[in-house]
């Protein structure tokens, strides 16, 4: 059922409308449904489901990756080697509490990513606690201290990458980098053959660091495409 469907400002290109229809599942959707509207490039938002339909732009292109043919690079493994010694990583249900919703404003904050002021602990319930499918966190943390969440849903033979925030005082620790090197490793570990990053958009400096993953897959005109090289 699509609840909202207005064209309104891009959120990763200046001075663009964007047009993202968001759908609202009757009901929560099971693992082979959600992997489904995954391989056909749908993202999820809550309890909603949307996907970009820009009549004068394509920028935004779904991206994964797949465990078939990633390999880490040797920075990756340094990373990873890193957060093993020194970080404690948990997995556990959604939840909101006042730590989450600091992290998760101060994230947004310190990258610029911050447009309508701080969220409250409702703001974040209803974007990143209330879901439509199979849903955890990945939760890591510096000693008692939690440093990151990486909300992530699980398909059939994927996860989705939801939203990963991070405290910018650990930046040495390459906090988004370690949560999507978990992310791959729970692919393995679960025997699933993708991780989808979501929508990559060349123009938003945020997002370019989904492109680094390679190789990796890009749905273009329907079917998913592999990249070998950087752009």
């Known amino acids: 059922m ?33 992997n489904q509207r995954l391989e056909e490039g749908d993202r999820r938002q809550g309890l909603l489901l949307y996907r970009p339909s820009c009549p004068s732009c394509h920028a935004c292109i779904p991206l994964r990756i797949s465990l078939a043919e990633y390999q880490l690079t040797r920075g990756q493994r340094r990373v990873q080697r890193r957060g093993e010694r020194e970080l404690r990583v948990e997995l556990g249900p959604l939840m909101a509490d006042e730590r ?34 199979e849903s955890f966190e990945i939760r890591t943390y510096h000693q008692e201290h939690l440093v990151g969440v990486a909300i992530t849903d699980r398909g059939t033979d994927a996860l989705s990458a939801v939203y990963t925030y991070f405290d910018p005082a650990f930046s040495r620790y ?21 991780l989808y990053l979501g929508l990559y958009v060349s123009g938003c400096a945020a997002m370019r660091y989904k492109a680094t993953y390679l190789p990796h897959e890009r749905l273009l005109e329907g079917r998913w495409v592999r990249v070998e090289r950087p752009e």
Not at 5 to 10: A, E, G, K, T, Y
Not at 182 to 189: I, P, V
């Open 2 to 34: 699509v609840v909202y469907d207005q064209p309104s400002r891009c959120p990763y290109l200046p001075n663009k409308l964007a047009r993202m229809p968001m759908r609202l599942p009757t009901r929560s959707l099971r693992r082979a449904e959600f």
């Open 100 to 133: 989450r919703v600091e992290l998760y404003n101060t994230h947004k904050s310190q990258r610029g990513l911050e447009t309508h002021g701080p969220s409250t602990e409702d703001d974040y319930r209803e974007f990143l606690v209330h879901t439509c499918a």
């Open 174 to 194: 390459s906090l988004g980098v370690y949560s999507i090197l978990t992310q791959l490793a729970l692919c393995e570990r679960w025997h699933l053959d993708y």
